[in-house]
């Protein structure tokens, strides 16, 4: 059974840094795609940065480049969200998400993907 739990949410100020982790389990991890999603209240849920699983091509949604950093640790089974800068927009909910298929970063990041886990929020006050 996949299992994904997201961790390192809380409250912070603008300007400053979050790193979210999202542990997985109950799988191959090395052989899945991987994602960061969010969702502020009255909003969709928006695709923040995909990593496909074939050629690892990285996708950043235009409002968090440069600021924001994904990445993956097999050997831990784990994945990464690196926030730095962030600003009041940045406040929703994060969750992380694996696939199995193989589409590109861009794809996932916009149509979602098969797994996810519950979230864990994120807060910037200004």
């Known amino acids: 059974e996949v299992q994904l739990v997201e961790s390192g949410g809380g409250l912070v100020q603008a300007g400053g840094s979050l790193r979210l982790s999202c542990a997985a389990s109950?799988?191959?991890?090395?052989?899945?795609?991987i994602g960061w999603f969010r969702q502020a209240p009255g909003t969709e849920r928006e695709g923040v940065s995909c990593?496909?699983?074939?050629?690892?091509?990285?996708y950043y949604t235009d409002s968090v480049k440069g600021r924001f950093t994904i990445s993956r640790d097999n050997t831990k089974n784990t994945m990464y969200l690196q926030m730095n800068s962030l600003k009041p927009e940045d406040t929703a909910v994060y969750y992380c998400?694996?696939?199995?298929?193989?589409?590109?970063?861009?794809?996932?990041?916009?149509?979602?993907?098969?797994?996810w886990g519950k979230g864990t929020l994120v807060n910037v006050s200004s």
């Open positions: 990593i496909s699983s074939s050629d690892r091509s990285t």
């Open positions: 998400a694996v696939d199995y298929r193989d589409y590109s970063s861009g794809y996932y990041c916009y149509y979602g993907m098969e797994y």
């Open positions: 109950g799988f191959t991890f090395d052989d899945y795609a």
